[in-house]
């Protein structure tokens, strides 16, 4: 990128890029010659500079689902740096960019998974583009296997009350990831047990099993999960006994 267009995106001076469209009409075009590159628009989403972001948007609307070397849409920038209002101002414009895959297929929502949602970006994400949250990575994780592998407990809780409101509710908690793990394989894991009983209130099936066989409760007991035993057992009601689950002290 010329740097006269990156800073002009870092300070967010529109003036400035207008005086380098009248110097250069194409200066924005070149950008769709290159596959992968840091666009002034992933600039500005980067720094936070909505006003530019927004101009730029709307000279080239392409930008906004070009991804960089890293991978990266400007909505994947934004999230990433906690620019709440630079990414809501996104999705009103355009709400399927939620859906733009980055790298290892992840959704700027994978993002907000790994991080966590300090900012509350969360629930307004959702309202704007609730379908986002049936979306998978390339090692067929939703979103609620990668905020339970971060043990984001605050996303975890979000994405389950949403689900807990929809037709799909039950088929994305219990989505198997590449390894055949559900939501519940891994808060089990994890050793969340606060987790597992939202989970189970949302009818995750506790009789799924992974490539290795296992169920959540097998789990648990292989990595004696105190826990995470004491709740499932809860769960299976009077037939625990079936299950030998037999707590060390």
Same mark, same amino acid.
């Given at each position: 990128?010329?740097?006269?267009?990156?800073?002009?995106?870092?300070?967010?001076?529109i003036s400035d890029l207008y005086s380098l469209i009248?110097?250069?009409?194409?200066?924005?075009?070149?950008?769709?010659?290159?596959? !992968?590159?840091?666009?002034?628009? #992933?600039?500005?989403?980067?720094?936070?500079?909505?006003?530019?972001?927004?101009e730029v948007m709307s000279l080239k609307a392409s !930008?906004?689902?070009?991804?960089?070397?890293?991978?990266?849409?400007?909505?994947?920038?934004?999230?990433?740096?906690?620019?709440?209002?630079?990414?809501?101002?996104?999705?009103?414009?355009? =709400?399927?960019?939620?859906?733009?895959?980055?790298?290892?297929?992840?959704?700027?929502?994978? !993002?907000?998974?790994?991080?966590?949602?300090?900012?509350?970006?969360?629930?307004?994400?959702?309202?704007?583009?609730?379908?986002?949250?049936? *979306?998978?990575?390339?090692?067929?994780?939703?979103?609620? #296997?990668?905020?339970?592998?971060?043990?984001?407990? *605050?996303?975890?809780?979000?994405?389950?009350? =949403?689900?807990?409101?929809?037709?799909?509710?039950?088929?994305?908690?219990?989505?198997? *990831?590449? *390894?055949?793990?559900?939501?519940?394989?891994?808060?089990?894991? #994890?050793?969340?047990?606060?987790?597992?009983?939202?989970?189970?209130?949302?009818?995750?099936?506790?009789?799924?099993?992974?490539?290795?066989?296992?169920?959540?409760?097998?789990?648990?007991?292989q990595h004696n999960k105190i826990e995470s035993i004491?709740?499932?057992?809860?769960?299976?009601?009077?037939?625990?006994?079936?299950?030998?689950? =037999?707590?060390?002290?």
């Amino acid at each position: 990128m010329d740097q006269s267009l990156r800073t002009a995106a870092r300070a967010g001076d529109i003036s400035d890029l207008y005086s380098l469209i009248h110097r250069d009409g194409n200066v924005l075009r070149r950008f769709d010659k290159v596959e !992968f590159v840091d666009t002034p628009l #992933h600039t500005a989403a980067e720094e936070g500079c909505i006003a530019f972001a927004i101009e730029v948007m709307s000279l080239k609307a392409s !930008f906004a689902r070009k991804l960089n070397r890293q991978g990266l849409s400007p909505l994947h920038l934004a999230v990433k740096n906690g620019h709440k209002e630079m990414a809501l101002r996104f999705l009103e414009i355009d =709400k399927d960019l939620a859906h733009v895959r980055g790298k290892n297929s992840e959704t700027p929502l994978h !993002f907000i998974s790994e991080v966590g949602n300090p900012n509350g970006l969360l629930d307004r994400f959702l309202e704007i583009c609730p379908e986002c949250i049936r *979306d998978v990575t390339i090692k067929n994780r939703t979103a609620l #296997h990668i905020a339970l592998e971060n043990n984001r407990l *605050d996303v975890c809780r979000v994405l389950i009350r =949403k689900l807990t409101k929809k037709e799909y509710g039950r088929e994305v908690v219990n989505q198997k *990831d590449e *390894d055949g793990n559900t939501a519940l394989h891994i808060a089990v894991i #994890h050793n969340q047990p606060e987790m597992l009983k939202l989970l189970l209130n949302c009818k995750a099936d506790k009789h799924a099993t992974n490539q290795a066989g296992s169920t959540a409760l097998d789990v648990a007991l292989q990595h004696n999960k105190i826990e995470s035993i004491i709740v499932l057992c809860g769960s299976f009601g009077p037939v625990v006994s079936n299950f030998n689950c =037999k707590l060390e002290k």
